[in-house]
Nanobody
Framework: QVRLVESGGGLVQAGGSLRVSCGAY????????MGWYRQAPGKQRELVAV???????QYADSVKGRFTISRDNAKNTVDLQMNSLKPEDTAVYYC???????????????WGQGTQVTVSS
């Protein structure tokens, strides 16, 4: 099966920067998309940023211009560089990957365990 391992996150003051990283491990034929979601206490999980194999990216309006997603297709990793952080960015950040295990096979979604990002005011 596939396992997503996240790292990074932590505590930072408003205006600071953090980087979170995610690697996908296991029997993988291809990864169609990788991205980051977040969930704040009492709120639904929301998309932060996602990137596909062809390099296209999508960002939540709230993070555009501050966050940058980057992906290494050869290593099956995705990073999220977060700059100019705000207290409202505080959440658990989850990595998600849409993976094909076999050539011409179906795709499956996998999630990481989550990493806490806390921005103090």
């Amino acid at each position: 099966q596939v396992r997503l391992v996240e790292s990074g996150g932590g505590l930072v003051q408003a205006g600071g920067s953090l980087r979170v990283s995610c690697g996908a491990y296991g029997t993988i034929f291809s990864i169609n998309a990788m991205g980051w979601y977040r969930q704040a206490p009492g709120k639904q999980r929301e998309l932060v940023a996602v990137t596909t194999t062809d390099g296209s990216t999508q960002y939540a309006d709230s993070v555009k211009g501050r966050f940058t997603i980057s992906r290494d297709n050869a290593k099956n990793t995705v990073d999220l560089q977060m700059n100019s952080l705000k207290p409202e960015d505080t959440a658990v950040y989850y990595c998600k990957a849409v993976v094909s295990l076999l050539y011409d096979g179906p795709s499956y979604q996998y999630w990481g365990q989550g990493t806490q990002v806390t921005v103090s005011s």
